[in-house]
């Protein structure tokens, strides 16, 4: 399984950015999709999540900023970010669970994608 990112870049407060991530590979199902991010010496953390039935969990920092989206047909999750905070800048990771066996998933990461955010 493939995990391709895109959208990151450079962004001035209160702007806005939309990542985009692809998985490709041999999928049977996805359980959860989502964006982590990990900013210079601090741990990733989670930013947003989604689970194949449309449930959503983002983290406190983002709520009502931050949009978590997904294409199903596409196996593409989606993150629209506005009224980005120069505290949002850090490397953004995609993140999706698979579902590998009745019993079994296994989580996967992509390469990661910068988001900074500076006048």
């Known amino acids: 399984v493939q995990l391709q990112a895109s959208g990151g870049g450079l962004v001035q407060p209160g702007g806005s950015l939309r990542l985009s991530c692809a998985a490709s590979?041999?999928?049977?199902?996805?359980?959860?999709m989502g964006w982590y991010r990990q900013a210079p010496g601090k741990q990733r953390d989670v930013v947003a999540l989604i689970t194949s039935g449309g449930n959503t969990h983002y983290a406190d920092s983002v709520k009502g900023r931050f949009t978590i989206s997904r294409d199903n047909a596409k196996n593409t999750v989606y993150l629209q970010m506005s009224s980005l905070k120069p505290e949002d800048t850090a490397v953004y990771y995609c993140y999706v669970r698979i579902v590998v066996s009745l019993t079994a998933t296994r989580d996967y990461w992509g390469q990661g994608t910068l988001v900074t955010v500076s006048s």
């Open positions: 590979g041999s999928i049977f199902s996805i359980e959860a």
